[in-house]
């Protein structure tokens, strides 16, 4: 199922998906395949029809586009927070609750009054705890997606087992497990928010 770049550039798209990667830690002209990702991000623009940036992707796209930098922060943002959508009537944000739960895992964030200062962006979701969630361009060509929706229920438990296993410096994942006790069953609290994220990425920016 797998295709080299140079096989499908020639090509249009409706939409593309590009995800996280665990380098998020690394300056960006660190990570050993800048250099390619930025040509598929710089070729997207002028052969996707729209395209969805997320977790590690959202900041090297913001970063690589419009000069949006990352920020380390003291301890991981690990968990699911609790998150509001700022624009109702936006279409990506069609049929969303004003308060919706996200799934968050990473090292680094990026600060809203640098996203503020780039006129094309749009700030379309926010959390209190988690910071900035959705970012759009005007038109949608590119949509960026700071935490996971995508997640499965069990995936921020695998995480936390995995570094708990490597003897590494982790929290239990806040508002996750039932009682916050990693011994009981985790709460599912994004899954009906997380469909309509990407039907309504579909419907309105793909298929449109």
Request: aromatic letters at 16%; one cysteine or more.
């Amino acid at each position: 199922f797998y295709k080299d770049f140079d096989e499908i550039k020639g090509d249009y798209y409706d939409g593309m998906i590009i995800t996280g990667a665990p380098v998020e830690q690394m300056p960006f002209e660190e990570v050993s395949y800048w250099k390619e990702i930025t040509e598929i991000f710089d070729w997207a623009r002028t052969h996707v029809t729209s395209t969805l940036y997320i977790c590690w992707a959202a900041q090297a796209g913001l970063y690589h586009f419009y000069g949006v930098p990352k920020y380390p922060l003291d301890k991981k943002m690990f968990g699911v927070f609790k998150h509001r959508a700022l624009d109702l009537f936006h279409p990506l944000l069609r049929g969303f609750d004003e308060e919706f739960y996200v799934p968050h895992s990473r090292h680094t964030t990026i600060l809203r009054e640098e996203i503020e200062k780039v006129p094309e962006l749009k700030i379309l979701s926010s959390s209190k705890k988690a910071g900035v969630y959705v970012v759009s361009t005007d038109k949608g060509r590119q949509i960026f997606v700071t935490g996971h929706s995508e997640y499965a229920l069990m995936t921020l438990d695998g995480e936390y087992r995995r570094d708990v296993a490597k003897g590494l410096p982790i929290e239990i994942p806040e508002n996750y497990y039932t009682d916050d006790n990693p011994e009981l069953q985790p709460i599912n609290r994004w899954r009906s928010h997380a469909e309509k994220l990407f039907n309504n990425w579909l419907d309105y920016y793909v298929k449109g």
